[in-house]
Nanobody, 120 residues
Framework: QVQPVESGGGLVQPGGSLRLSCAAS????????LGWYRQAPGKQRELVAA???????NYADSVKGRFTISRDNAKNTVYLQMDSLKPEDTAVYYC??????????????WGQGTQVTVSS
């Protein structure tokens, strides 16, 4: 069974950077698409970024040019580098495993989430 575990969240000032990591035990993590979602208080959960097994990526418009998703299949790990952070990036960030169908990403396993707070 896949158990994604996120780390790297915390408090950062506007304009700062954080790198989230997500490692998963079990099999099949390295041969699936992976993605990061986030949910801010009072808002719906949204897809932030996703990456295919071959490294193809897509991003939410709100984070393009600021966030970078990457993966290390040997370590069963996916990363989210977040730069130029804004207060509106404050949310719980979730790591997922999933698949792309018809150009859209569909998660099937979720981590517990890690809090990211952007505030001065």
């Amino acid at each position: 069974q896949v158990q994604p575990v996120e780390s790297g969240g915390g408090l950062v000032q506007p304009g700062g950077s954080l790198r989230l990591s997500c490692a998963a035990s079990g099999s099949l993590f390295s041969i699936n698409a992976l993605g990061w979602y986030r949910q801010a208080p009072g808002k719906q959960r949204e897809l932030v970024a996703a990456i295919t097994t071959h490294g193809g990526t897509n991003y939410a418009d709100s984070v393009k040019g600021r966030f970078t998703i990457s993966r290390d299949n040997a370590k069963n790990t996916v990363y989210l580098q977040m730069d130029s952070l804004k207060p509106e990036d404050t949310a719980v960030y979730y790591c997922t495993r999933g698949a792309f169908w018809g150009g859209a990403y569909y998660p099937d396993y979720w981590g517990q989430g890690t809090q990211v707070t952007v505030s001065s």
